[in-house]
């Protein structure tokens, strides 16, 4: 209880300091709408800035894995990172992540309290089995992600050092120019403890406006000569760009989230793993603006998808509509 109080200041504090246009919702509010006891909080951050982020392999690709020549060589065991950090143009100049609340449409997006998260924390007995119940409401997201590349990792501060930033040196490779992000508003439900429900998060909510992705490129490096400015013999990455991409549900504007998280653990030889089921069912995809070789070239169309449905099979000749994502480290 102390825990969950000090996060409500903690969120308090939040919404008196970066509320802006977003209107917080306070807790006796929250408790009428919902009409019974447990803890209701109110996130009223109207934006999120994150500067880099750094993904750290702390023992790369084995070295003398594989032959030259062949797919996957050039390991050197050595610790390498992905990275995001600010592309130095437009919303993400200094920061590699934005997110912020999706105010399209006159607010539209925007849950009813104005919040960017609404929680319900319920705790229950269980039938002897207890758990924690977290309902989660989220308001539409406007997300923007700068450069996303490679680089070799910095070496661990020293535990006497002024700071713990690690980071990256060296030569950065960049895969993906960045990317823009609008989604409409979601709604999750997570149980810690004993999970009744059948997974540690379930989502089943309907995104308002469905889900669109703007201003992607991907990049090729190994095209890339000398200090790749675009100058005569100095030739740029190739980059396929997009000028945007949309996801919905099939025949429909508005995207369907249906979808059970559970994080297994050890059993054995088996270390554990993040399991992401999803059975959403049909979707439509369009590719507005596919541009080859940079982002300024001469676009190639647009590219649509019809109700695209994905299966997997719980046993041989079985097909069930959906699909399987396990995470795991190696």
Do not use: C
């Not at 030259?68 to 065991?77: E, M």
């Not at 207890?130 to 490679?150: C, K, R, T, Y």
């Not at 740029?236 to 995207?255: C, E, N």
Request: hydrophobic share 40%; charged share 15%; net charge negative.
């Amino acid at each position: 209880m102390k825990k969950f109080t000090k996060l409500a200041l903690v969120s308090s504090l939040a919404i008196s300091a970066n509320a802006m246009a977003m209107q917080a919702m306070d807790d006796a509010s929250l408790g009428a709408t919902t009409g019974q006891d447990g803890i209701n909080i109110g996130i009223g951050i109207s934006k999120i800035e994150i500067e880099k982020l750094f993904i750290h392999d702390n023992d790369g690709l084995a070295a003398g894995s594989l032959t030259a020549g062949q797919a996957g060589f050039g390991g050197t065991g050595e610790a390498g990172a992905i990275y995001i950090k600010g592309t130095g143009t437009g919303i993400t100049a200094t920061n590699g992540i934005v997110i912020g609340a999706n105010y399209d449409n006159g607010g539209a997006y925007l849950l009813p309290s104005r919040n960017l998260a609404d929680l319900q924390i319920d705790s229950d007995a269980g039938g002897g089995n207890p758990f924690i119940n977290i309902a989660a409401q989220v308001s539409g997201l406007d997300i923007h992600i700068g450069e996303i590349g490679v680089v070799a990792s910095g070496d661990v501060p020293a535990a006497g050092a002024a700071t713990i930033r690690r980071g990256g040196q060296g030569t950065e490779n960049a895969i993906l120019t960045g990317l823009s992000v609008k989604t409409g508003p979601m709604t999750a439900n997570i149980q810690l403890g004993a999970a009744p429900q059948g997974a540690m998060i379930k989502l089943n909510a309907t995104m308002i406006g469905g889900l669109t992705i703007t201003d992607l490129g991907i990049l090729d490096n190994s095209t890339k000569q000398g200090t790749g400015d675009g100058t005569a013999g100095n030739r740029k990455a190739g980059v396929i760009y997009l000028d945007s991409i949309q996801v919905t549900d099939a025949s429909s504007r508005d995207l369907k989230l249906n979808q059970s998280i559970s994080v297994f653990g050890e059993e054995g030889a088996d270390k554990g793993y993040v399991r992401i089921v999803s059975t959403s069912g049909a979707h439509d995809t369009y590719v507005k603006g596919i541009h080859l070789g940079s982002k300024t070239a001469a676009s190639i169309g647009d590219m649509e998808v019809q109700g695209m449905q994905t299966y997997f099979s719980p046993a041989q000749g079985q097909y069930v509509p959906g699909a399987i994502i396990t995470i795991r480290g190696h």
